[in-house]
């Protein structure tokens, strides 16, 4: 049996977005039992030319949202990256799983073909389905998890593989 682009997208983004949920949870609850400022955590970057911690959560989950709209040939939804705590950033995540699980298989199978065109500032970039997918949007989303993941690990918050893999 061949895997489909429905299963190699929605519940492998759901995941990795569910465990960035426990990552990001676990980073609040450190910055709590030690009396830091959540703002601290949200805003550090591990070097300074990357991003912080806030926007490291923002590309993901809208990678992980652009994904599934663009497969299903539909415009992806706007949103505001105006988050500011780690529950805004707790809601957006969940925003983004409820997308993600209202897709149906057939709205995604069949799409390893579809003209993907994505407008960056350094021109358009054109796509298969199954490329970008593969190539764009799974290497992406993990970038940018690992990326969160490492943050809060890099100040100290108690994080190992299993929170970031999650449960099988």
Same mark, same amino acid.
Do not use: H
């Given at each position: 049996m061949s895997i489909t682009m429905y299963q190699t997208c929605v519940p492998v983004l759901v995941r990795a977005l569910t465990n960035l949920?426990?990552?990001?949870a676990k980073g609040a609850a450190h910055a709590a039992e030690r009396n830091i400022a959540p703002e601290v955590l949200l805003n550090t970057r591990i070097t300074p030319d990357m991003f912080p911690l806030i926007r490291q959560v923002q590309i993901a989950t809208d990678m992980s949202k652009g994904a599934a709209y663009r497969l299903a040939g539909m415009e992806p939804p706007k949103m505001d990256d105006n988050e500011t705590s780690f529950d805004e950033l707790q809601k957006r995540i969940a925003a983004v799983v409820d997308m993600l699980k209202s897709f149906k298989p =057939?709205?995604?199978?069949?799409?390893?073909?579809? =003209?993907?065109?994505?407008?960056?500032?350094s021109g358009e970039q054109h796509f298969h389905g199954q490329d970008y997918l593969l190539g764009y949007v799974l290497p992406n989303v993990y970038f940018h998890t690992t990326t969160a993941y490492a943050i809060l690990r890099g100040v100290g918050v108690v994080l190992g593989k299993a929170d970031f893999l999650g449960k099988a």
């Open positions: 949920s426990g990552v990001l =057939e709205q995604i199978d069949g799409s390893e073909d579809r =003209e993907i065109v994505l407008k960056m500032r």
